[in-house]
């Protein structure tokens, strides 16, 4: 599978959710977790796409160290989103749609990149956009 495989999974898991964010983890080219937006069905406003991917794959493994993974999300992640990937380690962040792109769709956004968390964190994590960016788009119109 390549990028634009894994994001078309997330694509298909944000349909799932309360807001047209998904998102996958894969490892050594396979996905070991999915979730989706869940902040209304929750009552939880931290229940993004990302953190309850990252929740459910450290569960899962009993280990709260995601290092070598990687994640792919429709939506550029939220600072919360983003500090979630440094605290666990993730390699890498791969998104469709940026911030910019849904604040131009009147999605709300905290507008920080997540790569300007990245920068003032203690971890290096690559970071990889516009992956299926149109696509990525149109479900947040």
Sequence with gaps: MNPEDFMRLALEEAKKGDAPYGAVIVKDNQVVAQAHNTVKRDNDPSAHAEINVIRSLTTQLQNPSLEGYTIYTTGEPCPMCASACVWTGLSEIIYGASIEDLVSVNQSQIHISCQEVIVKSF???????????????????
Excluded: P, S
């Design 123 to 141: 971890r290096k994590v690559k970071v990889t956009r516009g992956v299926l960016r149109e696509e990525c788009i149109k479900v947040f119109q």
